[in-house]
């Protein structure tokens, strides 16, 4: 399939040229790109020549002279043009496999694409690599990637993945090695099957490809009312003792690479590390770190504060089961403010299940049960609440929807590991 423009950037070479949204790059320099590893690689050179279907179907060849890293200003939607390489596995905790019908499409697909594991940070199994696959990541050493590695045994992740390939773990991670590739690897845990003895032996397994793991990420399993394979939670022991796993680990490599997610130390009731135990944050996506970015960032938010606002004012937070400790603390000195109300809204997930506490899954229609009767002027969400770069809730709910129903004016944080934009808020 050819590249299809999404978007022309401003002042771009594609813009001078009048490239369209919606054109197609058939070839650059006689290659048809597969994907933005292709493409950044071809889009180099000094000289290119490329090939555009035009928007009324006619081919069109563009010669173009640039500077070697002066990129054409050209936007695509997608990061792989062909077909996004499926995943074959069957997981018991898949969490695709436990949604509803009704939702958008695109929660629906379960990629397993390495190049979308090294262009995006998307987690892969290396359960469906090619050879061609491998000699390509090989030969432009593709890395960091973000491995699930979930256990070194292979007969158990054979189970839990439900694929038999799933059993070459160690294989892999052999083969990685060998071609010094980075990963970042992840552990769902899950109570019963890779925690507790297992987990000991997958990290005793992982301490022989340390040269390459950059981190290891240990998040607990995601339990929606959907699920069907029996699955147990993480329990506030079972909790305490992957952070003390986790520490004996660390401490036997001398060095810092495994971090138990935030929902660990939620669970145990144990205090969030501080900014040295995340190192440099790598595995933020997967929950590991953001409590300590807010805290941090809250402490010199702090300094900024104002002692009083002209008028009076009422602001709610909307805040998942799993931040809602911090939030808490955070609201605590905002309502030292002269005129400035502020109040906590605990949502519950309705919609997935009260057992998935995060706010990255809380739909429009769970913020408007849980929000309508209270007469809510203004109401602040995090935007992970929300399909990147739009104003849509998982269940197609808009803000603007949630606004009618509630009658409340709502305020996205953008950059949900910063507090500076309660600053804006507060003095509007």
Request: aromatic residues 8%; glycine residues 4%; negative net charge.
């Amino acid at each position: 399939m050819p590249a299809v423009i999404s978007e022309i950037l401003n002042g771009s070479i594609a813009q001078e040229l009048d490239f369209q949204a919606g054109e197609k790059i058939i070839s650059i320099n006689g290659e048809k790109p597969q994907d933005m590893i292709d493409y950044r690689y071809l889009v180099c050179s000094e000289d290119i020549e490329i090939e555009i279907e035009k928007l009324n179907g006619e081919i069109e060849v563009y010669e173009i002279e640039k500077d070697f890293d002066e990129d054409l200003g050209i936007v695509f939607d997608s990061a792989v043009f062909d077909r996004i390489k499926p995943c074959t596995n069957h997981c018991i905790f898949c969490f695709v496999d436990q949604q509803p019908e009704g939702l958008r499409k695109s929660l629906y697909i379960k990629d397993d694409d390495y190049r979308l594991s090294y262009l995006q940070g998307t987690y892969i199994t290396l359960t469906n690599l090619t050879q061609k696959d491998k000699e390509r990541i090989g030969k432009l050493h593709l890395g960091p990637l973000y491995v699930s590695v979930h256990t070194t045994n292979p007969e158990l992740r054979a189970n839990m993945l439900r694929n038999p390939k799933a059993a070459n773990i160690l294989k892999d991670l052999e083969w990685l090695k060998k071609a010094d590739i980075p990963i970042h690897a992840q552990i769902v845990l899950c109570p019963g099957y890779n925690d507790g003895k297992e987990l000991e032996r997958t990290f005793s397994d992982l301490e022989n490809f340390s040269s390459i793991i950059q981190s290891v990420a240990v998040v607990p399993v995601g339990i929606t009312r959907f699920h069907k394979n029996n699955l147990k939670l993480i329990t506030p022991e079972n909790a305490l003792h992957v952070i003390k796993q986790i520490e004996k680990f660390n401490k036997k490599l001398k060095k810092h690479i495994a971090m138990a997610s935030d929902e660990f130390f939620i669970k145990a009731d144990y205090p969030i590390p501080e900014k040295k135990y995340y190192g440099n944050f790598s595995q933020l996506e997967d929950g590991v770190g953001a409590l300590r970015l807010l805290i941090d960032d809250f402490e010199k938010t702090k300094k900024k504060l104002p002692k009083a606002i002209s008028s009076p004012k009422e602001l709610y937070f909307a805040v998942s089961q799993s931040a809602n400790k911090v939030m808490k603390n955070i609201i605590s000195e905002l309502n030292k403010i002269e005129n400035l109300n502020c109040k906590i809204i605990e949502l519950k997930n309705n919609f997935f299940g009260e057992n998935v506490t995060v706010a990255g899954l809380i739909t429009g229609n769970d913020l408007i049960e849980q929000t309508k009767d209270k007469n809510i002027k203004n109401l602040i969400i995090p935007s992970i609440m929300l399909r990147p770069y739009t104003a849509d809730f998982l269940d197609g709910l808009t803000v603007k929807d949630v606004e009618k129903a509630t009658g409340s004016t709502i305020f996205v944080i953008k950059d949900i590991y910063s507090t500076k934009e309660f600053l804006k808020i507060i003095g509007k």
